[in-house]
């Protein structure tokens, strides 16, 4: 490997393992996050429900959970996450850096390579995949699969196309299956891609019988297996991810995917335009995928989660990303390659300069103020509802009953808070805020809100021990009813989360606005320990 090649593949990797791995602790934990957490400590718990998950609740929950027992945190969930995004920018690349070489035979290895290393760019520092290592979520545990089935899928061609005998295709081919497959456990929405990996296979593979026999009879097999025995889930996740999404139109969702995606794709169709004539057919089919996405949400009419899903549609852009950056290099130098066939240093640094508006704009993204502050810091909630735990077990030997609209939070940053908050309450009154119970009953004992008659009949009969009301979660008459109801039962106002505290970037954190109400008998204990707001 050539040393300029060397230095500025570990310089990219430096800088994408830099804006996934600092501050971690730049917020607390978020809902999703804390769903995740939960379902994964639960997840041999039959009397829970994680249907609504989205994704198997064997598969990435369990994984997090195993990386917050190894880190003695939940913060460990999140360093798990930068890892697997770390190793999805490795793959994908592998496997973009061969589509490359394929393409463009006849060049000279380093102006491959210079494609390549672009391709790594846009995959190191474009901002969703970066935003999704920086989350306890299952988003990058699905890219990381469909990394490995393009991968795999592209080394079986590869061994196809040198040794057409060998065994190691079949081994390819399965495994390239087997990586959709656990994509799709591991996030549901990747069986929109079923449609590309069925292209890919009957339209580009060297030997579709074998691949028919090696790939997609062992994905038939797997995905009936599944059906047959977590289908109910498959179609409760799906369905409550739809159902308080995101509403937008179509200059919305057009809007929000070329803020991700936009520059990136116009490179790419230079490079699809720059693709030697025989692979025309491959590019065109890379392109399509990239925009399967676009096309679900167009459909939708939604924007759910499209600032972490357009990771895919980066990943699948990355080649010819990378064959477009350098079709520009190449006019912006008076074709210099072109006439020499050589990669001239001067054409290399300038190359590479490039790529730095794409690191500094990743570097951004590691400023929580920015885009990881959207959802509130509920540091001090979590330290007085640890208080309260602490207080009511010493004095009647069982755990705290804390109700709150937004309980995945605490429980995560907090797990012994669990044993009493609103898992331990009468599911049959649970109904989630995402799924509506009369269209799909079996969400309806899920552990996300209580009804607010149940909360206030809860309060009346002093069965809570605290409640926590973030604010917005309910209208105002409500909160005013919240309010007479405890004062007339002997609760009293603890505090409102409303301090916001700097981070190590000088950005405040924004505060929870979470009003945090106790029962009377409780205060002076709390007021003790300096905890009354």
């Known amino acids: 490997m050539p040393l300029w090649l060397a230095i500025a593949w570990i310089g990219i990797m430096a800088i994408g393992a830099f804006v996934r791995l600092s501050r971690m602790d730049y917020l607390g934990p978020w809902m999703d996050e804390g769903m995740y957490l939960l379902a994964g400590r639960n997840a041999f718990e039959p009397a829970l429900d994680f249907a609504w998950l989205n994704g198997w609740k064997f598969g990435y929950p369990l994984l997090a959970h195993a990386a917050e027992t190894v880190a003695g945190s939940w913060i460990g969930a999140r360093y798990l996450n930068a890892a697997i995004g770390l190793a999805t920018v490795v793959i994908a690349h592998a496997w973009a850096r061969s589509v490359i070489f394929d393409m463009h035979r006849t060049d000279s290895r380093a ?3 210079l494609r390549g290393l672009a391709g790594l760019a846009l995959l190191s520092f474009a901002m969703p995949l970066v935003f999704t290592s920086r989350l306890a979520t299952y988003d990058a545990l699905a890219f990381l699969w469909f990394a490995l089935a393009l991968y795999f899928g592209r080394r079986a061609r590869t061994v196809a196309e040198t040794t057409p005998e060998s065994r190691a295709i079949h081994v390819f081919h399965a495994a390239s299956a087997f990586a959709l497959f656990a994509g799709v456990l591991s996030k549901y929405v990747v069986i929109l891609y079923l449609p590309l990996f069925v292209a890919d296979g009957l339209l580009l593979s060297n030997h579709r019988r074998r691949w028919l026999a090696s790939a997609l009879a062992p994905l038939a097999v797997l995905t009936l297996v599944f059906a047959i025995f977590w289908g109910a889930d498959f179609m409760v996740g799906t369905a409550s991810t739809a159902v308080d999404s995101v509403k937008s139109d179509w200059r919305g969702i057009t809007g929000h995917t070329a803020s991700l995606i936009g520059a990136p794709l116009l490179l790419a169709v230079v490079g699809l335009v720059a693709a030697p004539r025989g692979h025309r057919r491959e590019a065109l089919l890379l392109l399509w995928g990239a925009l399967i996405l676009y096309a679900f949400y167009l459909w939708a009419g939604h924007v759910q989660a499209l600032i972490k899903l357009m990771s895919f549609s980066l990943i699948l852009l990355a080649p010819l990303f990378g064959i477009g950056f350098l079709q520009l290099v190449n006019l912006a130098t008076l074709g210099v390659l072109r006439r020499t066939g050589k990669l001239r240093p001067l054409v290399t640094a300038l190359g590479l300069v490039a790529l730095v508006p794409l690191a500094i704009q990743s570097t951004l993204w590691v400023q929580p103020g920015w885009k990881f502050g959207w959802w509130h810091d509920r540091g001090w909630v979590v330290v007085a509802e640890t208080a309260v735990h602490d207080i009511v077990k010493e004095r009647y030997g069982r755990p705290a009953r804390i109700w709150s609209t937004r309980p995945f939070e605490d429980m995560a940053m907090n797990p012994d808070l669990q044993a009493g908050m609103n898992l331990q309450l009468d599911r049959s009154d649970v109904s989630s805020p995402y799924v509506e119970p009369s269209r799909i009953p079996a969400v309806a004992a899920s552990m ?17 021990d605290m409640y926590v009301v ?21 609760y009293v106002l603890l505090g409102i989360d409303d301090r916001p505290s700097d981070t190590p970037f000088g950005v405040s954190r924004r505060p929870s606005r979470a009003r945090v109400i106790v029962k009377a008998e409780l205060f002076g204990p709390l007021l003790e320990r300096g905890l009354v707001r």
Do not use: M, T, W, Y
């Open 111 to 113: 102006r491959n390579e």
């Open 448 to 464: 996300f809100k209580i009804d607010f008659e149940v909360v206030l009949g809860l309060i009346e009969r002093r069965e809570l």
């Open 470 to 490: 973030l604010d917005g979660d309910f209208q105002q008459p409500e909160r005013d009813r919240l309010d007479q109801i405890g004062s007339s039962h002997a």
